[in-house]
């Protein structure tokens, strides 16, 4: 930056750092495939109900998506033909 003078230099006081955790990120239908996976070997049926119980279940330390979001996200893959739909 040619021009520039810096007029004041010192420390700066009251700052604060925490350290905040992370979780690790996995995508939504990532996550609907295999809680529909689970549910399917596990004989239970994957209705929207089960698979939000169980997303609250495995990601408890985030928040739930919502009952449309999670439709939406599952009539994606239904048309991706990444999972199937069978009229139950």
């Known amino acids: 930056m040619v ?3 810096m007029t004041v230099a010192g420390d700066v006081n009251g700052i604060e750092m925490q350290v905040i955790p992370q ?5 939504l239908p990532d ?4 809680i529909i996976a689970e549910l399917n070997n596990a004989g239970h049926p994957a209705t929207l109900e ?3 119980s ?3 279940r495995w990601y408890h330390n ?4 919502s009952q449309q979001l999670i ?3 599952l009539g994606t893959l239904i048309r991706e033909r990444k999972v199937f739909h069978n009229g139950e």
């Open 3 to 5: 021009g520039d003078l």
């Open 23 to 27: 979780t690790q990120f996995i995508p």
């Open 31 to 34: 996550s609907l495939c295999l």
């Open 50 to 52: 089960s698979i939000r």
């Open 54 to 56: 169980r997303l609250q």
């Open 62 to 65: 985030t928040s739930l998506p």
């Open 71 to 73: 439709y939406d996200t």
